[in-house]
Every structure is written in structure tokens, then in C-alpha cells.
């Protein structure tokens, strides 16, 4: 390459506007509506303010936040990245303006209990709302993300005197949250925590140490409040011995007010792959004395208190993977449609690359799997309403027994195909998107921890085969396939013929798969760990489809024709192209467990 050949390159200027992110307001509206079912919820669970126009006007104000204010700081916040001083870690001062304009606004309060300041909205108003701070910065918005999650575990477990100190400044926002899990010696194996907990009076003494902690200091809130696992000194062996606490940043006075430092600092921050301007903290407890926590929820329930947070964060980790891809895809159809480059099919002069077939096989992938993705997403959080707050118990155990199936798929499948969908938004730039001046690389970047934090994919798809399958003989993830096939019958004259037959196909063997590993594990102990990952990834498609099928036949009474009929054709290159690969995850399963471990652990 000469000279001039890398001057060229270099002037290659992209235009700003292809870095704006602009929430997609028609998708989002129809998947609360038609796909989750807006009234049939807001009856089910006796809502009357959970209705289209409070939805529209909640979600057109969201996207002013996220669009004019939050998007212009993901940029800086990727260069910029975090600084540890003596007086603790600092962000962006960018952030500060965009998070307080979020708390202005009291959008960390939508679906929380009005006793506590929450607007008592369903859980589903918040997903677009908590898509659109992801896509606008995601490093960003971790941090209302695990305060919600917080907050979640607070309600739960909580006693009366924590939840009324606590609560109302963290879903204001003035004071945010975090979990502390992961320690240097463990990861997934809680089991072997070494941090202690040691009674001291009302409260206790906290002692270890904790890494990979999200937020875990900052100084963009008032407080910072820490859900912290630990272990008492009598307690039994493994995850029975594992105890919850709240450890705040700063312990309040008689008032209710942060006043003094607690003992717990961070002590050094990653430098990471991406989501550069979120500090990710290891924690530091007792150095000095001991931290002072407060025991939430029972002695020794530890875990099963952190589960309803991060069940909670599984799902808003899928959600995030919807939000990259969205941002992804938004940039690189903006690229597509300015970049001029060779003569496209049936154009006799050059033009934008959008015209060229491959490019629009890549638009269409991106397309079809993030509107499949979003639709999963926010029906699992319809579910989630309904396991909480619908009127019939019966109900409510039928969406729970749903929900528990479904969030391992959203959390591992979601996040996997993002990183397929960010990693196309370069391909379609070309050198360009290899270049971090033009953005697409930070998607990418950003959306790589996301198959790793709050479980790994491998552990999702454990949780899947082992918990909801293998624990329960099937009949949760059954009971999905027959609600997929009862949507197929109604909703059959949708798709053609063609289309219908590779739905039901794919059920067909989905249904399969799921038998193979009821009865291949009683004989290999090897078998649900060898498979699962390809039997999530079946479902995911399969699951995908069933939303694109529902999607394409509820959209034919939209009002906006051009929204349908682009619809229509997103869910049928769908089935077309992105369902059949749920065959070929079935065909690799079903080989077993034979070549995936025959090769010795000593011959690697």
C-alpha cells in the first residue's frame, strides 16, 4: 500500500448523524401492546394507568432523554474511561449531567411500589425505557440497571426499618446499588466465599474482599449501596452457609442522611475490553475494623435473597443485547445507505452499498434477529408482571413456571446473537468499521461481556438442561411448545405454507431434543453439559420464532402500512434464514457427549 492509498483512507470522513441513536418507537409500542397483550395485562393485574397513551407518552419522553442527552456521552464515556484517586473512583463528568437529568425525570421509579415513591406501572413499561438507556450508552446505564435489581432483592427480603431507610432514595436515584458476589479465589462457585460477617450489636462486621464489582464506587450518587455476600461464624458448609447484607458507601445519621465513610473502599479498577466508562471495582471490606452491614432477609438464605436479583439482571442482560444490536444495526444501515461504493445489481452508475445483495442479507440478519430478540425479551417481562401481580393464583404460577424457563434462553441466546448482530455492523463498514473513530467498534466492544456476566452462557444453558428441564421431567419447557403450537394454529394464516411447515418443524424438534436429554442423562453424566449449549440455542430460535410468527399476523391491523408490511417481511426472511439454524443446533446435540470429551484433559 503507497502513501496515497493510506490518505485516502484516512479522509474517509463518517457523518455524525449515523452516531445518533434514536429509539425504535413503533417496535417498541406494538411488542407492549400487541405481542404482550397491553390490556389483557393491565386487567390481569388491575392496573388501570397501564394503558397505550400513558405507554406512548412515557416512552416519547424517554427517547428525548436517551437521544439529546445520554447518547452524546457514550462516546466520551469510552475514551475517557474511569480514574481511581485517593478520594476514591471518578467518572465522567458527562455522566453526571445525563444520570441527574435521569433522576429529574424519576425514570428509575416506574414500576416500583408507590409507598415507596415508584409510579406502580407494570415491570413491561420499563424494558423499552431500560432499551433505550442501554443503546444510548451502556456503561451508563448499569448503574440504574443494578440499582433496579437492588432494589427488587430489598422488597423481597428486606426488613420494614431497611426498606424505609433505603428504598425511597434508591428509586429516586439519588443513592445507587450494587451486588457483591464474586471474590478472587471463586466465580461461579460461591460455595467458597471467604468474606465474614461477624455480629457487632444491631448490625455486623464485614471482612473480605470482592472483584468484577460494577459500579461498586463512584462519585456520580449520594450513596452507594452494596448487597454483599458473606458468611457468619457459624455458618454450615457450601451455599447453605452464605448470608446476605446491605453495606453502604456511607453509614446515615439519625436523620437518614450519608455522614460517614464506611470501611469499605475500592481499591483498583479493570481495565477492559469495552463499557470502558463503567468502573468496575474490586472492593475492599474492613481494613480498618470492619464494614458495617445489616443482615437482609434470614441467616444463612443468602443466596436464595441474591437469586431475585440476579433472575432480574439475567433478564435486563438480555435486554441489553437487544439494545446493541439496535444501536448496531441503526448505525450500520446509516453507513449502507451514504457509502458509495461499486455498481450494484440493476445500477449502471456506483452507489450506496445498501443496493448490493450481500449487504442487505447482513441488514436483514441484523434485523430479524434483534426484532425477535426484543419481542422474547418484553413478552418475558409481560410474564414476569403476570407471576407477580395477576388476580388468579392459578395464573400466577402458570407465568412463574413460564418465566423460570424462558430467562436462561433470553440471557444466553440473546447475548450470543448480538454478538453476531455487532460484529456485522463492522462487516458492513469494511475497514471502516475496524477503525474506533466511526463508533462501530465500541458496539462490539461493549456487547462482549454480556455473554459472561451474571452467568456465562455455559452456565444458562446448565441452568436450562439441569434446573427447568431435567428437575421438572420437562413439563415446563412442554408446556411452552403446546402454548407455540396452539399461537401456530391461530395465527397460521400469516406465513405461507412453507413458512408454517418450518415452524412446525422446528417445535417438532425442539420437542425432540428436549426427550433426547430426558433420556440420555440417566445413562451419561456427561450429557447435559455436552449438549446444553446447543439445546439453548435451538430454543432460542425456536422461541424467536414463535414471536415473529405472533408479530407477523397481530401487525395486519397496524396503522401504519409501510411498519406492517416491513414487519411482515422481517418475520418471513426470519423463518427463512434464521429458524433453520435451530435444525442444525438439534443435528449437533444429538452426536452426545462422545467426541466433545474423548479427548484426555492431559492431551490439550
Given at each position: 500500500?503507497?502513501?496515497?492509498?493510506?490518505?485516502?483512507?484516512?479522509?474517509?470522513?463518517?457523518?455524525?448523524?449515523?452516531?445518533?441513536?434514536?429509539?425504535?418507537?413503533?417496535?417498541?409500542?406494538?411488542?407492549?401492546?400487541?405481542?404482550?397483550?397491553?390490556?389483557?395485562?393491565?386487567?390481569?393485574?388491575?392496573?388501570?394507568?397501564?394503558?397505550?397513551?400513558?405507554?406512548?407518552?412515557?416512552?416519547?419522553?424517554?427517547?428525548?432523554?436517551?437521544?439529546?442527552?445520554?447518547?452524546?456521552?457514550?462516546?466520551?464515556?469510552?475514551?475517557?474511561?474511569?480514574?481511581?484517586?485517593?478520594?476514591?473512583?471518578?467518572?465522567?463528568?458527562?455522566?453526571?449531567?445525563?444520570?441527574?437529568?435521569?433522576?429529574?425525570?424519576?425514570?428509575?421509579?416506574?414500576?416500583?411500589?408507590?409507598?415507596?415513591?415508584?409510579?406502580?406501572?407494570?415491570?413491561?413499561?420499563?424494558?423499552?425505557?431500560?432499551?433505550?438507556?442501554?443503546?444510548?450508552?451502556?456503561?451508563?446505564?448499569?448503574?440504574?440497571?443494578?440499582?433496579?435489581?437492588?432494589?427488587?432483592?430489598?422488597?423481597?427480603?428486606?426488613?420494614?426499618?431497611?426498606?424505609?431507610?433505603?428504598?425511597?432514595?434508591?428509586?429516586?436515584?439519588?443513592?445507587?446499588?450494587?451486588?457483591?458476589?464474586?471474590?478472587?479465589?471463586?466465580?461461579?462457585?460461591?460455595?467458597?466465599?471467604?468474606?465474614?460477617?461477624?455480629?457487632?450489636?444491631?448490625?455486623?462486621?464485614?471482612?473480605?474482599?470482592?472483584?468484577?464489582?460494577?459500579?461498586?464506587?463512584?462519585?456520580?450518587?449520594?450513596?452507594?449501596?452494596?448487597?454483599?455476600?458473606?458468611?457468619?461464624?457459624?455458618?454450615?458448609?457450601?451455599?447453605?452457609?452464605?448470608?446476605?447484607?446491605?453495606?453502604?458507601?456511607?453509614?446515615?445519621?439519625?436523620?437518614?442522611?450519608?455522614?460517614?465513610?464506611?470501611?469499605?473502599?475500592?481499591?483498583?479498577?479493570?481495565?477492559?475490553?469495552?463499557?470502558?466508562?463503567?468502573?468496575?471495582?474490586?472492593?475492599?471490606?474492613?481494613?480498618?475494623?470492619?464494614?458495617?452491614?445489616?443482615?437482609?432477609?434470614?441467616?444463612?438464605?443468602?443466596?436464595?435473597?441474591?437469586?431475585?436479583?440476579?433472575?432480574?439482571?439475567?433478564?435486563?442482560?438480555?435486554?441489553?443485547?437487544?439494545?446493541?444490536?439496535?444501536?448496531?444495526?441503526?448505525?450500520?444501515?446509516?453507513?449502507?445507505?451514504?457509502?458509495?461504493?461499486?455498481?450494484?445489481?440493476?445500477?449502471?452508475?456506483?452507489?450506496?452499498?445498501?443496493?448490493?445483495?450481500?449487504?442487505?442479507?447482513?441488514?436483514?440478519?441484523?434485523?430479524?434477529?434483534?426484532?425477535?430478540?426484543?419481542?422474547?425479551?418484553?413478552?418475558?417481562?409481560?410474564?414476569?408482571?403476570?407471576?407477580?401481580?395477576?388476580?388468579?393464583?392459578?395464573?400466577?404460577?402458570?407465568?412463574?413456571?413460564?418465566?423460570?424457563?424462558?430467562?436462561?434462553?433470553?440471557?444466553?441466546?440473546?447475548?450470543?446473537?448480538?454478538?453476531?448482530?455487532?460484529?456485522?455492523?463492522?462487516?458492513?463498514?469494511?475497514?471502516?468499521?475496524?477503525?474506533?473513530?466511526?463508533?462501530?467498534?465500541?458496539?462490539?466492544?461493549?456487547?462482549?461481556?454480556?455473554?459472561?456476566?451474571?452467568?456465562?452462557?455455559?452456565?444458562?444453558?446448565?441452568?436450562?438442561?439441569?434446573?427447568?428441564?431435567?428437575?421438572?421431567?420437562?413439563?415446563?419447557?412442554?408446556?411452552?411448545?403446546?402454548?407455540?403450537?396452539?399461537?401456530?394454529?391461530?395465527?397460521?394464516?400469516?406465513?405461507?405454507?412453507?413458512?408454517?411447515?418450518?415452524?412446525?418443524?422446528?417445535?417438532?424438534?425442539?420437542?425432540?431434543?428436549?426427550?433426547?436429554?430426558?433420556?440420555?442423562?440417566?445413562?451419561?453424566?456427561?450429557?447435559?453439559?455436552?449438549?446444553?449449549?446447543?439445546?439453548?440455542?435451538?430454543?432460542?430460535?425456536?422461541?424467536?420464532?414463535?414471536?415473529?410468527?405472533?408479530?407477523?399476523?397481530?401487525?395486519?391491523?397496524?396503522?401504519?402500512?409501510?411498519?406492517?408490511?416491513?414487519?411482515?417481511?422481517?418475520?418471513?426472511?426470519?423463518?427463512?434464514?434464521?429458524?433453520?439454524?435451530?435444525?442444525?443446533?438439534?443435528l449437533s446435540l444429538i452426536q452426545g457427549s462422545g467426541s466433545v470429551m474423548g479427548i484426555e484433559a492431559e492431551q490439550f
Amino acid at each position: 500500500m503507497n502513501l496515497s492509498d493510506i490518505s485516502s483512507i484516512s479522509n474517509v470522513k463518517v457523518n455524525n448523524s449515523m452516531n445518533e441513536y434514536k429509539a425504535p418507537l413503533d417496535d417498541m409500542n406494538f411488542v407492549v401492546n400487541q405481542l404482550i397483550g397491553l390490556p389483557e395485562l393491565a386487567n390481569a393485574i388491575d392496573c388501570e394507568d397501564a394503558n397505550n397513551e400513558i405507554l406512548e407518552a412515557i416512552l416519547t419522553e424517554a427517547n428525548k432523554l436517551t437521544s439529546d442527552v445520554w447518547s452524546n456521552t457514550n462516546t466520551i464515556g469510552d475514551r475517557k474511561g474511569v480514574q481511581l484517586s485517593k478520594d476514591g473512583v471518578k467518572v465522567p463528568s458527562e455522566f453526571h449531567k445525563a444520570y441527574w437529568e435521569y433522576v429529574k425525570g424519576d425514570w428509575g421509579s416506574i414500576y416500583f411500589e408507590p409507598e415507596m415513591g415508584g409510579q406502580g406501572l407494570p415491570f413491561s413499561f420499563a424494558m423499552p425505557i431500560s432499551e433505550m438507556l442501554q443503546a444510548s450508552n451502556m456503561a451508563l446505564g448499569l448503574c440504574p440497571m443494578l440499582t433496579a435489581g437492588a432494589i427488587e432483592t430489598l422488597q423481597s427480603h428486606a426488613s420494614n426499618e431497611l426498606k424505609a431507610k433505603y428504598l425511597p432514595k434508591m428509586i429516586k436515584g439519588t443513592w445507587s446499588g450494587t451486588m457483591n458476589l464474586t471474590e478472587p479465589h471463586c466465580g461461579t462457585d460461591l460455595s467458597v466465599i471467604k468474606t465474614t460477617a461477624t455480629p457487632d450489636g444491631k448490625h455486623y462486621r464485614i471482612e473480605g474482599q470482592k472483584i468484577y464489582i460494577t459500579w461498586g464506587d463512584h462519585d456520580m450518587t449520594e450513596n452507594v449501596v452494596h448487597l454483599v455476600l458473606a458468611k457468619l461464624p457459624d455458618a454450615p458448609a457450601g451455599i447453605k452457609g452464605i448470608s446476605l447484607f446491605l453495606v453502604p458507601k456511607f453509614l446515615l445519621d439519625e436523620q437518614g442522611n450519608p455522614e460517614k465513610h464506611n470501611d469499605i473502599y475500592a481499591i483498583s479498577t479493570e481495565h477492559k475490553l469495552g463499557i470502558h466508562g463503567s468502573p468496575t471495582c474490586v472492593m475492599s471490606y474492613g481494613e480498618n475494623g470492619g464494614a458495617i452491614g445489616y443482615l437482609v432477609g434470614e441467616p444463612h438464605q443468602g443466596l436464595k435473597a441474591m437469586f431475585t436479583m440476579m433472575n432480574n439482571e439475567r433478564l435486563m442482560v438480555g435486554l441489553q443485547g437487544v439494545a446493541l444490536a439496535d444501536r448496531a444495526y441503526q448505525q450500520a444501515v446509516g453507513f449502507a445507505l451514504q457509502r458509495i461504493q461499486g455498481s450494484a445489481p440493476g445500477h449502471r452508475q456506483k452507489s450506496a452499498i445498501i443496493h448490493h445483495p450481500d449487504v442487505r442479507r447482513m441488514l436483514m440478519t441484523m434485523r430479524s434477529i434483534t426484532e425477535a430478540s426484543r419481542a422474547l425479551t418484553y413478552v418475558a417481562a409481560g410474564i414476569t408482571d403476570m407471576s407477580h401481580g395477576n388476580k388468579d393464583p392459578q395464573q400466577r404460577d402458570l407465568a412463574a413456571r413460564r418465566v423460570s424457563v424462558i430467562i436462561p434462553i433470553v440471557k444466553g441466546w440473546v447475548t450470543e446473537l448480538a454478538q453476531e448482530v455487532t460484529s456485522l455492523g463492522i462487516q458492513i463498514h469494511g475497514g471502516m468499521g475496524f477503525v474506533e473513530e466511526t463508533g462501530a467498534a465500541q458496539y462490539y466492544r461493549d456487547a462482549r461481556i454480556l455473554t459472561i456476566y451474571e452467568g456465562t452462557t455455559g452456565i444458562q444453558a446448565l441452568d436450562l438442561a439441569n434446573r427447568k428441564i431435567l428437575l421438572d421431567c420437562g413439563a415446563g419447557i412442554n408446556d411452552l411448545l403446546v402454548q407455540i403450537r396452539v399461537d401456530l394454529d391461530q395465527y397460521s394464516d400469516a406465513l405461507t405454507s412453507t413458512r408454517q411447515m418450518a415452524i412446525d418443524n422446528s417445535i417438532s424438534g425442539l420437542e425432540q431434543s428436549v426427550q433426547f436429554l430426558l433420556d440420555g442423562a440417566r445413562h451419561d453424566i456427561m450429557l447435559s453439559g455436552a449438549i446444553s449449549y446447543d439445546l439453548l440455542m435451538q430454543a432460542g430460535y425456536v422461541f424467536g420464532g414463535w414471536q415473529m410468527l405472533r408479530s407477523a399476523s397481530l401487525v395486519s391491523g397496524h396503522e401504519n402500512k409501510q411498519f406492517s408490511a416491513n414487519k411482515l417481511t422481517t418475520a418471513a426472511y426470519y423463518m427463512d434464514h434464521i429458524l433453520p439454524r435451530a435444525e442444525a443446533h438439534r443435528l449437533s446435540l444429538i452426536q452426545g457427549s462422545g467426541s466433545v470429551m474423548g479427548i484426555e484433559a492431559e492431551q490439550f
